[in-house]
């Protein structure tokens, strides 16, 4: 090979050694990238973690609610009827015993007609039964006294008086005594029969007088079903599907129902103090607590809870919504566990824990106060354990996950409240 042509070779060798170290060095630095932001793999799933810590639990529990009528019914007709008249509408205060409106049934009054006949007739047969009694009494005194007299002579002196004449003065006593008894039995039935004509008689008329519908007690028409002419149907009536007349509410004095969380239950006691904020109105209310159902719904795990409140000035309305502030006792120095970390299943409780390795781990825990984003935990967790919040659907024991920490600083600032 000539000196021309060796030099063209060894060029050709340089540029092709260089073009591997090149490439060396890239892919070199490609791995070292790699290593410092490694590629997640398809097992290792995303998961928002957040560690528990300690921190206050707040003193204050906010409940959401709405304010009921202290009595809220559909009125109802007793006997199914026509309306002939009614006389309220929506919207209009009425009293107590007012009539709201009147039916009319005219087979009531015939069959009141007929109830009020019969009693009268009662009454007569009475009076002839008594007349009866009254001829039955005499007939047998006079009887009686015939055969004493009769029975004394033919004692005191033998054959003065025929004993024949003893025997028939003996029978006519008997049988007078007889119709005394059968006028007397029918003077009983006559005055029975007045009993049963009478009760009759006091049904129609208490049927009667259902035909005014009336208010059970003071209160505002909410709700208006029926116009003068519809037929209603009895409110007892279990073939039908009878139609309430009015609704009427009573709204001199509302009640606001609570459900109390199991965690501060016991906590309640008749009496106590509880500031109610209405949006609508931009104002505080005060009530305390008036009545509670002393158990716990086993679906819910709270505890209904009423608070009266007087409304005679109207400002307040059935429906208004209202926020609830509750004093509980608080916790100074409460391990915190995230709400969305926490699943509730009747009395367990558990948490989706992550260990230092990324492994997923079901912890069953004990809950004490909750607050509006944070519940005290009370056994099963530790200090500065990661638990996972949302999504918990997604996840399940063993999986290793891929875990991005959010801060803590509402636990130095007091946001666990």
């Known amino acids: ?37 490694p590629i997640t793999t398809s097992a290792e799933m995303p998961a928002t973690v957040a560690r528990v810590e300690r921190g206050q639990i707040g003193d204050t529990l906010m409940i959401a609610g709405a304010f009921k009528a202290f009595q809220d019914v559909d009125i109802h007709a007793k006997v199914a009827g026509y309306i002939k008249k009614i006389n309220v509408d929506v919207g209009d205060h009425v009293k107590e015993g007012q009539t709201l409106a009147i039916l009319e049934v005219p087979e009531l009054q015939a069959e009141l007609t007929g109830a009020d006949a019969a009693a009268r007739r009662a009454k007569e047969e009475i ?9 039955a009494t005499s007939t047998h005194a006079a009887s009686h006294a015939m055969y004493s007299r009769l029975s004394q002579a033919a004692q005191q002196k033998e054959g003065l008086v025929a004993q024949q004449e003893v025997d028939d003065a003996q029978a006519k006593d008997l049988g007078s005594e007889a119709q005394l008894s059968s006028a007397q039995a029918a003077l009983s039935a006559a005055q029975q029969a007045l009993e049963v004509a009478e009760a009759t008689q006091k049904q129609y008329e208490a049927l009667s007088n259902y035909t ?17 002419g519809a ?14 007349v009015v609704r009427l509410a009573q709204v001199s004095e509302l009640r606001l129902v609570l459900p109390i969380p199991e965690s501060i239950a016991a906590q309640i006691h008749l009496g106590d103090p509880v500031k109610v904020r209405v949006q609508a109105l931009n104002k505080d209310f005060v009530g305390k607590v008036s009545r509670f159902a002393g158990s716990l719904d086993m679906q819910t ?9 007087e409304n005679r000035s109207g400002r307040l309305l059935p429906g208004m919504f209202t926020e609830t502030a509750l004093k509980v006792s608080g916790n100074q120095n409460a391990l915190l566990v995230p709400l969305e970390a926490v699943t509730q299943n009747k009395n367990d409780a558990t948490v989706l824990a992550v ?32 638990v996972i919040i949302g999504n918990r659907s997604q996840f399940q024991s063993g999986q290793k996950i ?14 666990g409240n």
Do not use: C
Request: glycine share 8%; hydrophobic share 40%.
């Open 1 to 37: 090979m000539t000196r021309k042509q060796i030099v063209p070779f060894v060029v050709g060798i340089l540029v092709f050694i260089g073009f591997i170290a090149l490439r060396w060095v890239k892919r070199t630095s490609a791995e070292a990238n790699d290593q410092k932001h």
């Open 127 to 135: 009076r002839r039964a008594q007349g009866d009694v009254e001829r």
């Open 212 to 228: 005014r519908i009336v208010a059970p007690y003071a209160g505002v028409i909410t709700m208006r079903y029926a116009d003068t």
């Open 231 to 244: 037929l209603i149907a009895a409110g007892t009536s279990s073939s039908t599907q009878s139609m309430a």
């Open 301 to 309: 795990r709270t505890m209904e809870t009423e608070i009266d409140f």
């Open 355 to 386: 260990d230092p390795k990324n492994i997923v781990e079901e912890r069953h825990i004990k809950l004490g106060i909750q607050g509006k984003d944070y519940m005290e935990v009370i056994e099963g967790l530790t200090e500065r354990d990661r």
């Open 402 to 415: 891929q875990a991005k920490e959010i801060g803590d600083e509402y636990l130095k600032t007091g946001e």
